[in-house]
């Protein structure tokens, strides 16, 4: 039997006497620092929507950051709660945290099981008004954007469907961040804008990436548990080409959406986020089966999503700017 959590517990990991504040505890136990790739994604809708000759209306596009990230917020914490019933956050003795296996409130006692899902279902239900009301300003094709969104989110974990249970998490992941950067374009120019399409999928694939490589360390307490992700079907070794898969098809399509005219030149420069991203993909390679080694190619694959991310949307509000 693996020894329990607590064996291999990082002094990092939240506590309840450093927690007492109500305030604090729920607001770390959304993973608030993961938050960025969602906030990374709404500006670059913002940036496609610039592109397209909007004009970004101030109030509806912090709305629509905030609440795509409260959108986030909820899905992390749901994620904890329904990964905790299926026992492979307890079980997970090879976690990198804060990268893998889970947040540990409430394996480490900060919340229960119960107050997690009423916590998470809260902040889903919270996105609800807010979405209604930007549908108001852009039209209806959000309110279907923003229902698909929240459904990919919570059928991730949630069962009958239970997404990455079944392999689909990655698909699950890119379609949602998909989504973030084409609704936040169709908020501020009411359309969906051929930009928007072409970047918001090379963008998504890259936060697809980063719980990829996340599976790595948590493939043995997945197994476990029931959890059949890509790399517990194909096992460590097999999988990490995967990786490089998806860096790949992320960087091409970005070239295949200037080539057909839909991105301008300039947005090329999300290509800089090649670098760490084969830098993350040469030690997957050689440490696959040792998740202890893999903390550095985490934090490489989190700096490639925002590097992209952030150099393409630069580069179309330059484009724009100095049309």
């Keep these: 039997m693996a020894p329990p959590p607590e064996a291999i517990s990082s002094p990092a990991e939240p506590r309840l006497p450093a927690l007492s504040n109500p305030l604090l505890r729920y607001f770390l136990a959304t993973r608030p620092a993961f938050l960025s790739v969602t906030a990374v994604g709404v500006i670059l809708g913002l940036a496609c ?192 080409m995967g990786y490089l898969i998806l860096a790949l098809a992320s960087h091409l399509i970005l070239v295949a959406g200037v080539l057909a005219g839909a991105l301008p030149l300039a947005a090329l420069a999300g290509l800089l986020a090649l670098a760490p991203a084969l830098k993350a993909f040469s030690r997957l390679r050689r440490h696959a089966e040792h998740p202890a080694q893999l903390r550095p190619a985490i934090g490489a694959t989190i700096a490639t999503a925002h590097i992209h991310g952030l150099a393409v949307a630069i580069a179309l509000f330059l484009s724009k700017a100095l049309a």
């Design 49 to 240: 929507a610039s592109l397209a000759g909007a004009a970004i209306a101030p109030l509806t596009a912090m709305a629509t950051l905030i609440f795509a990230c409260v959108a986030h917020a909820g899905v992390n914490v749901l994620n904890d709660y329904y990964d905790a019933l299926s026992g492979t956050d307890d079980a997970n003795t090879e976690r990198l945290f804060p990268f893998t296996g889970g947040s540990r409130f409430i394996q480490n006692g900060v919340l229960t099981r119960r107050a997690t899902a009423l916590f998470g279902y809260a902040l889903l239900a919270a996105v609800v008004p807010a979405g209604l009301w930007l549908a108001w300003q852009a039209g209806p094709a959000l309110i279907l954007i923003g229902l698909a969104g929240l459904l990919v989110g919570w059928a991730y974990s949630a069962p009958p469907f239970k997404l990455a249970s079944r392999g689909l998490g990655e698909l699950a992941v890119a379609s949602g961040w998909w989504l973030v950067v084409v609704g936040s374009a169709l908020v501020q120019t009411g359309a969906i804008t051929a930009a928007a399409l072409w970047a918001g999928a090379a963008y998504a694939l890259l936060v697809a990436n980063l719980l990829y490589i996340n599976q790595f360390p948590d493939a043995v307490a997945d197994g476990l548990a029931g959890k059949r992700t890509v790399v517990v079907r194909l096992g460590r070794t097999r999988a990490a």
